[in-house]
């Protein structure tokens, strides 16, 4: 059974920070690029950052470049999105996402975890 749980969520201060986690089973982890996606209420699922298998290659969104930084351990299964700087445009529930491809990780993933919600205030 293919398994990604994301944790880290909460609410949080605009200016503050926080780190999400994922944690995966049930498929090859170190094979598979990652990616975290948000979606806010009464808004379509945006693509927030990718981290390919082979390289580390990296890939952000515009909107937060500069503010994130994704990761991964593949000894763990583990995957990580450090948040600095938010902003109440950041209130959403995050999903992790995996995908064969990095090229189509912005918009196509195999399997998706079930989310965390993070909430900044002003």
């Known amino acids: 059974q293919v398994q990604l749980v994301e944790s880290g969520g909460g609410l949080v201060q605009a200016g503050g920070s926080l780190r999400l986690s994922c944690a995966a089973s049930?498929?090859?982890?170190?094979?598979?690029?990652m990616a975290w996606f948000r979606q806010a209420p009464g808004k379509e699922r945006e693509f927030v950052a990718a981290i390919s298998w082979n390289l580390g290659s990296t890939l952000y969104v515009d909107s937060v470049k500069g503010r994130f930084t994704i990761s991964r351990d593949n000894g763990k299964n583990t995957l990580s999105l450090e948040m600095n700087s938010l902003s109440p445009e950041d209130t959403a529930v995050y999903y992790c996402?995996?995908?064969?491809?990095?090229?189509?990780?912005?918009?196509?993933?195999?399997?998706w975890g079930q989310g965390t919600q993070v909430t900044v205030s002003s």
């Open positions: 996402a995996a995908g064969v491809r990095f090229t189509t990780a912005t918009r196509r993933a195999d399997y």
């Open positions: 049930g498929f090859t982890f170190s094979r598979y690029t």
